[in-house]
């Protein structure tokens, strides 16, 4: 399984005190998110995992889930398909 680094932008604390932290805030840029449709799976690191991998094949990989990262429209492009999760 090939994980990816987690991208946090440099502007991220700046954003965080523009706009302040909260559950709606993405997690790559610090902005405030239009809704929680795209996010990412990670693990400690934090590292990105691709979007097929479950929890039990994570136990099985002895790897800890760090959760979903909800990421805004223009952040999850960052990574390749098949590392998004969408959500309706």
């Given at each position: 399984m090939k994980v990816l680094e987690?991208?946090?932008i440099e502007k991220f604390e700046d954003n965080i005190e523009k706009y302040g932290w909260n559950?709606?805030?993405?997690?790559?840029c610090g902005k405030q998110l239009k809704d929680k449709s795209n996010a990412v799976q990670t693990i400690e690191?934090?590292?990105?995992?691709?979007?097929?991998?479950?929890?039990e094949q994570l136990d099985e990989m002895?790897?800890?889930?760090?959760?979903?990262?909800?990421?805004?429209?223009t952040c999850i492009k960052k990574y390749?398909?098949?590392?998004?999760l969408k959500f309706a």
């Open positions: 987690f991208i946090q559950e709606n805030t993405c997690e790559c690191g934090p590292e990105v995992i691709p979007a097929n991998i479950t929890e002895g790897l800890v889930s760090q959760g979903i990262f909800y990421l805004g429209s390749p398909k098949e590392y998004r």
